[in-house]
């Protein structure tokens, strides 16, 4: 794969700064490319990389033109022109259209004619498969399953019955959509199952990280919006629903019926409790635990920092103490101000 | 589907108020039942949506009875009964008796005649099926693995060998059984793995989430009890023992050699450390650390609040100082004392 | 499988102290041993149930010895030694070399004539497959993946394109290796994907845990060393890179471009921030918050304690009110201090 510069910078709508015949055959670092890389600086802080780099061109803002030692591509948004680059090079080869021998696929399941269904996927009873969509190997969908078009499930990737994804999503491997809610009632200290009957919605354009889990509805069905990008090893159970445009890093885990609003950033490794509500645009960091609804937009986070572990265990023992130590801090407030009077 | 109100009042054994004619279609939400809708309530919070409820029939306690402005069912556990009641509705069709033609089943494996072995399943020698199970598409049994009498593996699920499940169990899709136990011995920098001989077992009525892992025993077996609910993305490492009707909501870890009680609830995102007691009876809330065994009934509880990031960070630097201000406090209490002496 | 404890002694390579006759079938623990039972003892705390243990034999240290009642193989590392005598009695069956049938190989991929490529797997184009490799039932590899000589990967992993895994490795059921790396370009609050065009690069010696997430490089690889052992559900975002014989603990999720040293151990359920360094050597306790690097070898922690839940709630609150506390103590203080003088 090779490109001029020139047609790169009209294909992702950038100014070209010197030599349109320079051939790009890849993108790279600031730091680790080598001639005929691509590469991009977003932050000004890494201008010294810039200096240094060997790259063939350079992404970037105006501003950081006149320190630019090569070739460059000016543009407003360098990460998203970066991005759009990046696409040309993508090594991924189509998928085949067609259905592989060794699929089995329900008589009543109907597939158009170039997507591509896997081998050895299990497609059931009145499942939909759109246009150019792209099913990987293993994956299994139950029956009534709809996929968009252009939708591509890499891998060992499993829907239940009746969920329906949208178009141009990218489910990654060992993701699961549809599993049942975490729903029982207890008669005697025995949980007996409800069952879960609504389903999982998903829009279109929404990324699903490798073994994610998104449990279906109770009743109703949880819903992930448009434009929804979902790290690896999420949770997210029945009921949730997350709104357009929302991002989550890995490991975030979501209780039953909360409602996140569009436009938020949830951090790694966050916990957020049920039947809570938070509001659009509002980022939380890391590793937080979210127990109350969020209504003004702002970013939030919770938790301790990370200390030698001698002195936290010192620390550690006196949280224990510090409701009591409030109130002494109260009464000797109290009494300091008596002998001041006194 | 659909039944009648007063056949299904006698089958979930309920107190029919109202036409016994009414004819029920499905289930719904208090606030989104439409004509033809069952739903439910438990909380007499939500007396209000009881009122304006449009459902044909309310599952509810005596004392709610008054406020149901349509048909009712009424029963001491309303929980119960709907879930009882929505099992009617379920749609999923039974899974087809045999062995799909694409399954490679060994010589040796020992099938229930009405069990179903789903497509592209793999089922090692002598695994042992029991009547009435349901093996989804695409799961993995290595050797010597038995299931019990009406236990469904839905897709993906992998079974390590020897692992013995029982009965009417439901073992969501990803989950992965039995495999080894995180132990190495360290030999100059260098860890050599100690083989995981144990196996893992479950009993009967477990529920396992999608993509949890329960690791085989190092020596001895790892155990999950009857009645056990285990959520998705939940790690249980080896030779843990989880006792009867324990639940745990998503994203718990627990760690080797721990041992849990019965009738306990373990919040999501709760890390335990191993070798650790858990009482019978203990609620965990959400993502609290537990590392002292804990030997009398409760609820129990760590983390901070979630705060605005730039309050928060004040806070957080502050609990590196926590033993230093209890310390000064001290001081100060003892200082104060001296004055109002002397 | 039985042997003689003298030719046992002899393959672990420890000394024989009582009968060399004695006919060992089977590993087992201390207290849980019978007759015929090896087991071994590490840690002088558990002396009294050395000395009760039915055990045929016990591997322990020379200084431990006067208390053993029964035949002993003395070594000065009891746990790796008790490691090979257990692998003397790991039960798995070799996989059968060769290509199931079932499997879906690519013309283009070389696999070894020993190794065992199984039931229901797909290896795309250009794979290379290294002697006495055993690729376990429904794994898929895309194209141009090469696993190392004696790797196994169980059952269900999915491998990405272009991802390389050394030799002698282990990987676990349901585990994903090259998935996409989180990254996307924000444009006016949609996000734009950015194309993950690295790879992810496993040396020798790893084991990776179920359902553990690995994911590729933004532009160059996301490198795990020699020797690295990862437990279940841990995820490693993109252009992480794991010094050699490190090891963590089950849940751990590791965020973009962070670089960890060699010989680290990291508890379970940690979070670790991306773009940071951490030292060799250094060891972090479960459930730690790691947000700065690290570069003095230690033990660090973060977190609370657990509490009953009443208490909990009450020192939870002062933590937000932690920052004005130490204000109103110095304060305090202060005040003491004019009062003294005064």
Redesign the interface.
Known sequence: MSIRLAELAERIGARLAGDGDCVIT????LI?AQPGGLTFLTNPRYRKHLQATRASAVILKEDDLPFCPTNALVTA?P??A???A??V?????AAAAGI?P?A?VADSARIAPDASI???C?IGADCVIGAGADI???C?L??GVSIGAGTRL???V?V???CRIGAHG?I???A?IG??G??????R???????Q?GAVVLGDDV?I???T?I?RGA??DTVIED?V?L???I?V?HNVRIGA?T?M???V?V?GSTVIGK?CAIG??T?I?GHLEIADGI??????????S?KEP??????????????????????????E??R??KQ??K??EE??KG
Chains 1, 2, 3 share one sequence.
């Not at 890849?26 to 670092?29: I, K, L, Q, R, S």
């Not at 975490?182 to 008669?187: D, K, L, S």
């Not at 980022?283 to 109350?292: A, E, H, L, P």
């Open positions: 890849g993108v790279a670092t680790g948004n990460h998203v970066y991005a759009r990046a696409q090079f993508a090594p991924r080869p592989h060794s089995i896997g081998p050895h299990v990987g190997p293993g299994v139950e029956h890499v891998a060992n499993t239940y019955y009746g990218l990654h491997a060992g699961v599993s049942d975490f729903g029982f009632a207890n008669e200290g025995v949980w007996v199952k409800v069952p009957l990324e990280g490798a073994t889990t449990d009743v109703e434009g990008k790290d690896n090893q949770q159970a445009h991002v890093a890995a490991a885990a209780a436009h790694g490794c916990g409790v980022t939380i960091t890391g590793m937080s635990m979210v127990s109350k969020l702002g970013v939030y986070s919770s938790g301790t920092p990370l200390e030698r572990n001698d002195q936290w265990h010192k620390n550690a023992v006196r949280f224990k103490q510090l409701d130590m409030a002494r801090l000797l407030e009494e300091l002998l001041k």
